[in-house]
Nanobody
Framework: QVQLVETGGGLVQAGGSLTLSCVVS?????????IAWYRQAPGKQRETVAT???????SVADSVKDRFAIPTDNPKGTVSLQMNNLKPDDTAIYFC??????????????WGQGTQVTVSS
């Protein structure tokens, strides 16, 4: 009933930039409470990258705070992750997770399928 789709990943050289987008959709009337960006590299634990609430409060992980940003002026139902000065260690699959309320199911967490970010040296 709720779908999340991440786009914007790809191959970029170190020092380059990418902007990821997460679009939330549903066949039901819904309200997004919060969206978080995660990333996971093979053999490594999943890491929280950034979060944003529907009120616009944001948080960015210390490891990427100086390089990543999460805009607050996104169209309704979307969220972006701006990534600058990318490093090879940023290589991972990036996922968005949204806590979404619907009339029929209440509030639940939903995951996208991820978008691959690969940073070459």
């Amino acid at each position: 009933q709720v779908q999340l789709v991440e786009t914007g990943g790809g191959l970029v050289q170190a020092g380059g930039s990418l902007t990821l987008s997460c679009v939330v959709s549903s066949s039901r009337v819904f309200r997004i409470n919060a969206i978080a960006w995660y990333r996971q590299a093979p053999g490594k634990q999943r890491e929280t990258v950034a979060t944003i609430t529907t009120q616009g409060a944001t948080s960015v992980a210390d490891s990427v705070k100086d390089r990543f940003a999460i805009p607050t002026d996104n169209p309704k139902g979307t969220v972006s992750l701006q990534m600058n000065n990318l490093k090879p260690d940023d290589t991972a699959i990036y996922f968005c997770n949204a806590n979404v309320w619907t009339m029929t199911a209440g509030s639940n967490d939903y995951w996208g399928q991820g978008t691959q970010v690969t940073v070459s040296s």
